[in-house]
T-cell receptor, first 113, second 110 residues
Framework: DSGVTQTPKHLITATGQRVTLRCSPR?????VYWYQQSLDQGLQFLIQ???????AKGNILERFSAQQFPDLHSELNLSSLELGDSALYFC????????????FGPGTRLTVL | EDQVTQSPEALRLQEGESSSLNCSYT??????LFWYRQDPGKGPEFLFT???AGEEKEKERLKATLTKKESFLHITAPKPEDSATYLC???????????FGKGTRLSVIA
């Protein structure tokens, strides 16, 4: 158990809908990262927040947004969902802003029908 | 462009048959190399961090080593429970936190 929690574990929704994924980092960690992993694809970095502020942006679509709250939990919002958005979404956390080991949560499996 | 390449893509071993996985990278100013294990449908599990050429880390049947341009994950006398995808990652340039390779899918057959 990494100490990172993610909810929900599974999400099934329809095209065009909007969903919110939630992540709580390990106790004491200030950075939260979001990744997408599609079938047979590697881990694609989406976005990082450090202590409430956006720190780095990867291949995140404009339909996706995220935020980190004062209690350091984070939410990833996915809107106007398409079939291709079906994937595993992982959250990770680390103590520092960069260069640290990242610890991953169990993931949310999103299925768009 | 920062790149991490892992080989082979897939590896099938008999139980007890030792082997090595490779991770090569192109990034300026290496600030650490990270190895993870990922089971199907689960989040990656952190294994090791290596910071400088010549450094080695061990955990049970796994040993990670680092040179200036690549890292190896040596698996000694593997067991079926070592079957998983092994990922390596390096911090990217600029503010990119980690760049991951696509992984090596290891299957150990009893």
């Amino acid at each position: 158990d990494s100490g990172v929690t993610q909810t929900p574990k599974h999400l099934i929704t329809a095209t065009g809908q909007r969903v919110t994924l939630r992540c709580s980092p390990r106790s004491g960690d200030l950075s939260v990262y979001w990744y997408q992993q599609s079938l047979d694809q590697g881990l694609q970095f989406l976005i990082q927040y450090y202590n409430g502020e956006e720190r780095a942006k990867g291949n995140i679509l404009e339909r996706f947004s995220a935020q980190q709250f004062p209690d350091l939990h984070s939410e990833l919002n996915l809107s106007s969902l398409e079939l291709g958005d079906s994937a595993l979404y992982f959250c990770a956390s680390s103590s520092g802003a960069r260069g640290n080991e990242q610890f991953f949560g169990p993931g949310t499996r999103l299925t768009v029908l | 462009e920062d790149q991490v390449t892992q080989s082979p893509e897939a590896l099938r071993l008999q139980e007890g048959e030792s082997s090595s996985l490779n991770c090569s990278y192109t990034v300026s100013g290496l600030r650490g190399l990270f190895w993870y294990r990922q089971d199907p449908g689960k989040g990656p599990e952190f294994l090791f961090t290596l910071y400088s050429a010549g450094e080695e880390k061990e955990k049970e049947r796994l040993k990670a080593t680092l040179t200036k341009k690549e890292s190896f994950l040596h698996i000694t006398a593997p067991k079926p429970e070592d079957s998983a995808t092994y990922l390596c990652a390096v911090p990217g340039s600029g503010n990119t936190p980690l760049v991951f390779g696509k992984g090596t899918r290891l299957s150990v057959i009893a």
